[in-house]
């Protein structure tokens, strides 16, 4: 599937009343980059899309198939990494490396508890998730 982000701008463009110039003057960029964009939108980044409808009091918006909208990842935990510097899986769970991790007593370990770590099985990760559900419905209820 193809997004038609071409056609969105063309559209955004009509409703806001603005010339491929007057748009590249309110987005500060290069009224040849409106023009590349409409013209070869699958060469457009995500990122210049976004600017060219911000600028026209639009964004873009990822939503689940309830229409709830899907919020990026927060900054601090994209920045989190591993000793090997390297990103942890999106679908883990993180949490402090001091909760309940599962290395303890491993001599292999001893003495370098992570500062974030995981489960890795799945039925384990449902439950935490649940737990934590539980509680934040326990915390509103009173």
């Known amino acids: 599937m193809t997004f038609p982000a071409d056609r969105y701008l063309r559209a955004a463009r009509h409703r806001a009343d603005l010339s491929q110039r007057e748009l590249a003057e309110k987005a500060a960029v290069p009224q040849s980059t409106v023009a590349r964009a409409e013209r070869h939108p699958a060469r457009a980044t995500a990122s210049t899309i976004a600017t ?20 990026p990842e927060d900054e601090d935990d994209a920045d989190r990494r591993d000793r090997g510097r390297r990103r942890y ?26 500062e974030y770590t995981f489960d890795r099985d799945r039925w384990t990760r449902d439950w935490r998730r649940q737990q934590k559900a539980e509680e934040g419905r326990q915390r509103r209820a009173g």
């Open 52 to 71: 060219l409808l911000a600028a026209m009091g639009l964004r873009i918006a990822v939503l689940d198939e309830d229409g709830s909208e899907l919020q």
């Open 89 to 114: 899986p999106a679908h883990l769970d993180l949490r402090s490396g001091d909760d309940n991790w599962w290395g303890y007593g491993w001599p292999m370990f001893d003495g370098q508890e992570p």
